[in-house]
C-alpha cells in the first residue's frame, strides 16, 4: 500500500480553505437577494473538519513556524464556528483563519519542493 504523502494533504488543505474562505465571502452577499437562502452553520463545520484532518497529517512533519501558523489558524477557524453555531454570534475570525490555513498550507507546499 502506498503511503500518501504531505503534498496531497496540502492540496487538500489549500484547496478547502480557499473554498471555505471564497463561500464566507459570497454567501452574505447571496442572502442579500431574495432567493430564499440562509445561512447554515454545518457548511462551516464540514470546511474546518476537512481543514483539521489535513493538518493534523501535516504538523507532524512540518517546521515550528508552518505548524504554528496552521494551529493558530485553525483555532481562529474553530473558535468562529463554534461561536456561530451554539451562540449565533458571527465573527470575522474564521477570514484570519482561512487566510492563515492557504498560507501555511503553501508555506508547507513550498518547503517540499526545494
Known amino acids: 500500500m502506498k503511503k500518501v504523502s504531505t503534498y496531497f494533504y496540502d492540496i487538500l488543505g489549500i ?7 471564497v463561500h464566507c465571502l ?4 447571496l442572502t442579500i437577494l ?3 437562502l440562509s445561512h447554515n452553520p454545518f ?3 464540514t470546511f474546518a473538519t476537512v481543514g483539521l484532518f489535513a ?3 501535516i504538523i507532524k512533519k512540518s517546521s515550528l513556524l508552518v505548524a504554528s501558523i496552521l494551529i493558530i489558524s485553525m483555532s481562529l477557524i474553530w473558535i468562529s464556528v463554534w461561536s456561530e453555531f451554539f451562540l449565533d454570534i458571527h465573527l470575522n475570525l474564521i477570514f484570519i483563519g482561512g487566510i492563515g490555513m492557504i498560507i501555511g498550507h503553501f508555506l508547507n507546499y513550498k518547503s517540499h519542493k526545494k
Request: with cysteine.
Open 34 to 36: 431574495p432567493l430564499g
Open 15 to 21: 484547496s478547502s480553505a480557499t473554498i471555505c474562505l
Open 26 to 29: 459570497v454567501f452574505p452577499l
Open 43 to 45: 457548511v462551516d463545520l
Open 55 to 57: 493538518i493534523l497529517k
